[in-house]
């Protein structure tokens, strides 16, 4: 029986991403979908930094970028078309090294992932086919599952079995979880149009149409694509609301049907929905198996990313040996603890935004709910910190920018998949560092700009780029850089490509 470190349930773009995090490490994976090829059609159309990050360090992102467009922010408007609040997006180079925001079209993504996974000698693709059983041996998983195109079952071993088997998951099933639910179960209609040409007058920013009864988005994607999702009533069928003659009814504010081609219609039931276990002995799942959320603030699938982020360098340390048995038990329970609280932060926030759009007296409600000092609303991008885990002290857990080096280079293309000690040149001088372990100081790099950002002369970052703590001395910097040995001698083994 053919043996892997890990089997990935699902090729969707969290099972691609983590499928390429684990490749860079040198494990044996096996990629499992039942579909022959990924969703052609458009689902997710944003993305923020911290992902482009992510597709930075399995070598993406310059593939990606040219095929993603600005987005300048967001805009309120009531059913007068009123401005009621103007949430700006930053442009230009944030601290992550990256620009703040991505518009993009799910398939490209997709494409780009599997096109380059072809590259990948350690990871094993096996579309068309389903996995049906798992089975949790103790020491490693038998998992069961049918190669549709030839009608075989066939059964494999894994150290780990990872669920990026979406909203249906089957490993969620057999892991047995409940899930939270945040009370939000709204259908909406999504209509994808490719217009025929550029309509300037739509704009460059996606609109929230603050109209009670009727609420509506509408986003500017790449190219000559563009996205309305508009509410159904609970009295209205959704059979009747995907017609085209329905459809163009509702776009007649914005378009005519000889301006565009419908690309798609399709009415979907956004949920807030959280698993609340994210692993059961060997089994864990990532991305939609373990959350949904009403896609307001475009981070569904961001937070998919997310996940495998955090468990791509904790699943190889264990399939390596790097860590022992009791120190792989903390680490794989850190996963669910660190990531559940952060993506609970991101559902919380985007029903709060979907219960704002629907509200009658819209502009009150904003100005309550999100206030600034002037008198006005003000709503900004969320970067919760992760839940507790394996950070120390304060200032642990969250997300660190991305210093450039004095050469114009990005530190993880440097120091890719290693842990990193950041500081100021004083606590630098005369530190022991373990193998593996990166120093950027405020001498080889623009660190002191994040280090001041988070008010400190030290942090160690882990792999995923989230601080395990803070030092302000050599002392206090000695002993974070005690507490991480355990796990430092994890470290790049890039595939050959
Ligand atoms: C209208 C809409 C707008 C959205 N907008 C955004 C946005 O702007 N930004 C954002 O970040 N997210 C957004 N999302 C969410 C985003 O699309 C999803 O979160 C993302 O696709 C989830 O990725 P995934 O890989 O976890 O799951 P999926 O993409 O669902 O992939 C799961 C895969 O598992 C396979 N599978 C399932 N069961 C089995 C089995 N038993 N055996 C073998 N294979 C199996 C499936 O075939 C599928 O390919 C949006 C979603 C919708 C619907």
Request: proline residues 5%; negative net charge.
């Amino acid at each position: 029986m053919e043996e892997y470190d890990v089997a990935i349930i699902g090729y969707g773009p969290t099972g691609a991403t983590l499928a390429h995090l684990l490749a860079d490490t040198g494990l044996k994976v096996l990629v499992l979908d039942r579909e022959s090829k990924h969703y052609h059609l458009p689902r997710a159309i944003h993305f923020d930094a911290e992902v482009m990050r992510t597709f930075q360090w399995i070598g993406i992102a310059d593939e990606i970028e040219p095929r993603t467009a600005t987005h300048p922010g967001m805009r309120f408007v009531d059913a007068e078309g009123k401005l009621l609040l103007d949430w700006p997006r930053p442009q230009g180079e944030g601290p992550q090294a990256w620009r703040a925001n991505f518009r993009f079209h799910q398939p490209d993504l997709e494409d780009v992932l599997r096109k380059r996974m072809k590259l990948r000698h350690q990871v094993t693709t096996r579309t068309r086919c389903e996995a049906f059983h798992v089975d949790d041996l103790g020491n490693k998983v038998e998992l069961r599952f049918e190669d549709m195109s030839a009608g075989v079952v066939e059964r494999v071993r894994a150290k780990f079995v990872v669920g990026c088997d979406g909203a249906r998951s089957l490993v969620r099933r057999f892991i047995e979880s409940e899930m939270e639910d945040y009370g939000f179960q709204e259908r909406w209609l999504v209509i994808d149009v490719i217009l025929n040409q550029n309509k300037p007058e739509l704009g460059e920013h996606t609109i929230q149409y603050c109209v009670p009864g009727r609420p509506a988005t509408y986003v500017r994607t790449p190219g000559l694509r563009r996205r309305w999702e508009i509410t159904v009533l609970p009295e209205e069928n959704s059979d009747e609301m995907i017609k085209h003659e329905q459809v163009w009814n509702l776009l007649s504010d914005w378009l005519k049907p000889e301006e565009a081609e419908l690309e798609r219609t399709a009415v979907y039931v956004f949920h807030s929905l959280l698993a609340k276990d994210w692993r059961k002995g060997r089994l864990i799942i990532a991305g939609d198996a373990c959350h949904q959320t009403p896609p307001f603030m475009g981070q569904g699938m961001c937070a998919g990313i997310r996940d495998v982020a955090n468990l791509y360098w904790k699943l190889a340390l264990i399939c390596k040996d790097i860590v022992a048995s009791e120190e792989a038990d903390t680490l794989l329970n850190s996963y669910e603890t660190e990531r559940k609280s952060n993506a609970r932060e991101y559902i919380h926030t985007a029903v709060r935004l979907g219960g704002l759009i629907n509200t009658a007296g819209t502009e009150e409600a904003l100005r309550a709910a999100l206030p600034s000092r002037d008198g006005s609303a003000r709503m900004e991008s969320i970067a919760p910190p992760l839940g507790p885990g394996l950070g120390i002290g304060k200032n642990s857990g969250l997300l660190f920018g991305q210093p450039r080096m004095s050469d114009g280079t990005r530190m993880d293309d440097v120091f890719c998949h290693q842990w990193v000690v950041v500081c100021d040149k004083i606590l630098a001088d005369d530190l022991e560092l373990p193998a593996g372990v990166g120093l950027v100081t405020s001498e080889n790099s623009n660190a002191a700009e994040h280090l001041a950002k988070m008010a400190t002369r030290a942090t160690i970052l882990r792999p995923d780029r989230y601080t395990i703590g803070t030092a302000e001395t050599t002392q206090e910097l000695k002993e974070l850089i005690a507490s991480i040995l355990p796990y430092s001698k994890f470290n790049k083994q890039k595939e050959k490509a």
